[in-house]
Nanobody, 121 residues
Framework: QEQLVESGGGSVQAGGSLRLSCTASQYVFTWCEMGWYRQAPGKEREWVSS???????SYEDSVKGRFTISRDNDEKTLYLFMTSLKTDGTGVYYC???????????????WGQGTQVTVSS
């Protein structure tokens, strides 16, 4: 089981920005697709964004143009830069890694513990 550790959550007003970080092992950064999910209060966890090693990034439609995912393989850190945050962006954000490769996209084997993001109006 790979260990993923998120940081950077916090409270921000609507329209503000936050940058989330996630550290993981060299194995993860060498071989795995990585991504972010979020879980709003009372809702199921939903996919937000993913990035392959050396490949393109992908985003859930509601965050396109506002969120940017990136990875620094040398620093072994995944980032999610979130701008123009909305109140519906409130939730726990999870870092995840290593797609299982099945029929379901972004179905990851390893997960972090999550970091809380609260967006107030």
């Amino acid at each position: 089981q790979e260990q993923l550790v998120e940081s950077g959550g916090g409270s921000v007003q609507a329209g503000g920005s936050l940058r989330l970080s996630c550290t993981a092992s060299q194995y993860v950064f060498t071989w795995c697709e990585m991504g972010w999910y979020r879980q709003a209060p009372g809702k199921e966890r939903e996919w937000v964004s993913s990035i392959r090693n050396g490949g393109p990034a992908s985003y859930e439609d509601s965050v396109k143009g506002r969120f940017t995912i990136s990875r620094d393989n040398d620093e072994k850190t995944l980032y999610l830069f979130m701008t123009s945050l909305k109140t519906d962006g409130t939730g726990v954000y999870y870092c995840a890694a290593c797609d299982r490769g099945g029929f379901t996209a972004h179905d990851y084997r390893h997960w972090g513990q999550g970091t809380q993001v609260t967006v107030s109006s």
